[in-house]
Nanobody, 121 residues
Framework: QVHLVESGGGLVQAGGSLRLSCVASGNIVSINSMAWYRQAPGKQRDLVAIVTSDSRTTYTDSVKGRFTISRDNAKNTVYLQMNSLKPEDTAVYYC???????????????WGQGTQVTVSS
């Protein structure tokens, strides 16, 4: 079985920084894309940033220039460095990864449980 565990959320003042981490564990054969999504109260879950297996990245417009997604394939870990945080960045941040598990012959989509990020004005 595969698990994704996020860490690094918390409360920060506007203009501050946080770094989120997400570790994938279990009987993993291969990880394709890894991504961060966020969901604010009363809103849908939206993509923040995604990094492919060959480290190509894509960001939603509202975080370009402020957030950086990266991955460490040796550690099955994805990071999200968040700088110049704004109150509108407040949300639960979810890790997502497309993973091939050892006992399954194809890739499946996995989610972490989420970590709260709160930015005060």
């Amino acid at each position: 079985q595969v698990h994704l565990v996020e860490s690094g959320g918390g409360l920060v003042q506007a203009g501050g920084s946080l770094r989120l981490s997400c570790v994938a564990s279990g009987n993993i054969v291969s990880i394709n894309s890894m991504a961060w999504y966020r969901q604010a109260p009363g809103k849908q879950r939206d993509l923040v940033a995604i990094v492919t297996s060959d480290s190509r990245t894509t960001y939603t417009d509202s975080v370009k220039g402020r957030f950086t997604i990266s991955r460490d394939n040796a550690k099955n870990t994805v990071y999200l460095q968040m700088n110049s945080l704004k109150p509108e960045d407040t949300a639960v941040y979810y890790c997502n990864a497309v993973i091939q598990e050892r006992r399954i012959g194809y890739y499946l989509n996995y989610w972490g449980q989420g970590t709260q990020v709160t930015v005060s004005s």
